[in-house]
């Protein structure tokens, strides 16, 4: 018998700034999961376990504090790409997935497979 299981890898979390194409957008909080599939196979009292695909999803939230922040959230549309700079060094190639823009609130999936780029 097999079965997939999701095992949380990081919860990553802090403030951070967005920007497209090198250029400012917002400093934001972001708050990101990364999980990983586990494949798991039970056979004859033996199990095996193997690792799938690795799956970051999260969100970012406009900080208050930004400057003309009603024209950054308009700006921010669905399906386009940003640069997440995380306060760990760490970067993520991202697209909004969905968005609150009431609540400045922007829902993150990565761009391909290359997952966090440190610098």
């Known amino acids: ?64 504090e930004e400057r003309m922040q009603s024209q950054v959230l308009s700006g921010m549309k669905l399906g386009e790409t940003f640069t997440l700079h995380m306060s760990d060094g760490r970067r993520l190639e991202v697209f909004t997935s969905n968005c609150d823009t009431v609540k400045g609130i922007y829902y993150l999936a990565p761009i391909g497979s290359v997952g966090f780029v440190s610098d």
């Not at 920007?19 to 400012?24: E, I, L, S, T, V």
């Not at 990101?32 to 969100?59: M, W, Y």
């Open 1 to 64: 018998m097999s079965r997939t299981i999701h095992r949380t890898l990081e919860t990553p979390s802090g403030l951070g700034e967005i920007r497209k194409a090198g250029q400012h957008i917002a400093n934001v909080s972001y708050h990101l999961t990364v999980k990983q599939q586990i494949n798991v196979t039970e056979t004859f009292g033996e199990k095996e376990e193997t690792e799938g695909l690795r799956e970051i999803s999260g969100q970012v939230i406009v900080s208050k």
